[in-house]
T-cell receptor
Framework: SQTIHQWPATLVQPVGSPLSLECTVE??????LYWYRQAAGRGLQLLFY??????ISSEVPQNLSASRPQDRQFILSSKKLLLSDSGFYLC????????????FGQGTRLTVV | AQKVTQAQTEISVVEKEDVTLDCVYE???????LFWYKQPPSGELVFLIR??????QNEISGRYSWNFQKSTSSFNFTITASQVVDSAVYFC???????????FGSGTRLQVQP
């Protein structure tokens, strides 16, 4: 069966520090991968999605970047964190076929201080 | 462009009451899919259901039921005889050919009081 791992679960980082969140999927090949952010008390905002190695689409301009160095690995990064980067970050995967459900990791709660 | 509206920000009910969570969507496609997810306090989103635009039959799964009405662009979710464990944030989402990722509504927080 497929599983998705996301870490760390919580993170407190000072303003201006770098960020690296990692997500890996097991039990499937060529998945679509996604990074969402959920601000406190709000819905999910799509940040990035990827349909293959090295293929990254950005939904909104921001202080973050994403990379997909391997088929089942998706990394969210920042060179210098801002206070506004605080939030709950969720990685997700879906089958490569369109319009299939996405399955989510357990999320990373990031607090920038 | 796609859009999903969940007008109910928060609902509070007493255990054993029935509750309906509303979802209204907008899309220009004739083929699209609708989803519901549950987000318990732990934070992980749990997939509940997927329906395609060609299947308007209502679906029932235990205490959960979904009512899809194309005429009103709605995909409502009803929990019968609610329980405390149903307390969570529920998200409705849409997928169509115009976008590879799901578009989520803002969510409805359901609190079930004992």
């Amino acid at each position: 069966s497929q599983t998705i791992h996301q870490w760390p679960a919580t993170l407190v980082q000072p303003v201006g520090s770098p960020l690296s969140l990692e997500c890996t999927v097991e039990g499937t090949s060529n998945p679509n991968l996604y990074w969402y952010r959920q601000a406190a008390g709000r819905g999910l905002q799509l940040l990035f999605y990827s349909v293959g190695i090295g293929q990254i689409s950005s939904e909104v301009p921001q202080n973050l970047s994403a990379s997909r160095p391997q088929d089942r690995q998706f990394i969210l990064s920042s060179k210098k964190l801002l206070l506004s980067d605080s939030g709950f970050y969720l990685c997700a995967w879906s089958d490569f076929r369109p319009n299939t459900e996405a399955f989510f990791g357990q999320g990373t709660r990031l607090t920038v201080v | 462009a796609q859009k999903v509206t969940q007008a109910q920000t928060e609902i509070s009910v007493v255990e054993k009451e029935d509750v309906t969570l509303d979802c209204v969507y907008e899309t220009r496609d004739t083929t699209y899919y609708l989803f519901w997810y549950k987000q318990p306090p732990s934070g992980e989103l749990v997939f509940l259901i997927r329906r395609n635009s060609f299947d308007e039959q209502n679906e029932i799964s235990g205490r959960y039921s979904w009512n899809f009405q194309k005429s009103t662009s709605s995909f409502n979710f009803t929990i019968t005889a609610s329980q405390v464990v149903d307390s969570a944030v529920y998200f409705c989402a849409l997928s169509d050919t115009g976008r590879r990722a799901l578009t989520f509504g803002s969510g409805t927080r359901l609190q079930v009081q004992p």
